[in-house]
């Protein structure tokens, strides 16, 4: 198993930045593809970035395309999704995600939930 504990999020002004990170304890964190999920009061859990486990490949959603990255630091076992831009419909509860079985498909899947960290931009 994988511990996931998100940490960076606050209020910010829209066109401010906030980077989010993940924190993974437990198994081996290489062995792992990880996500990045949003939930706005009201609304679904949606996708917004995934990285596979070995870090070659980057997916983003369309909405956060050219404004987020997202980054992985395998020495100290975290993910960054750096937010850049905001805007107000950027507000939700970010949670990262973790999942150890393969598939071409970032968006879905996920077996291990972070708590969630609140980002709010106000307009």
């Known amino acids: 198993q994988v511990q996931l504990v998100e940490s960076g999020g606050g209020l910010v002004q829209a066109g401010g930045s906030l980077r989010l990170s993940c924190a993974a304890s437990g198994r081996s964190f290489s062995s792992y593809d990880m996500g990045w999920f949003r939930q706005a009061p009201g609304k679904e859990r949606e996708f917004v970035a995934a990285?596979?486990?070995?870090?070659?490949?980057?997916v983003l959603a369309d909405s956060v395309k050219g404004r987020f990255t997202f980054s992985r630091d395998f020495a100290k076992n975290t993910v960054h999704l750096q937010m850049n831009s905001l805007k107000p419909e950027d507000t939700a509860v970010y949670y990262c995600?973790?999942?150890?079985?393969?598939?071409?498909?970032?968006?879905?899947?996920?077996?291990?939930w972070g708590q969630g960290t609140q980002v709010t931009v106000s307009s």
């Open positions: 990285m596979s486990r070995s870090g070659g490949r980057v």
């Open positions: 995600a973790a999942r150890s079985y393969y598939s071409s498909t970032y968006t879905s899947g996920y077996d291990y």
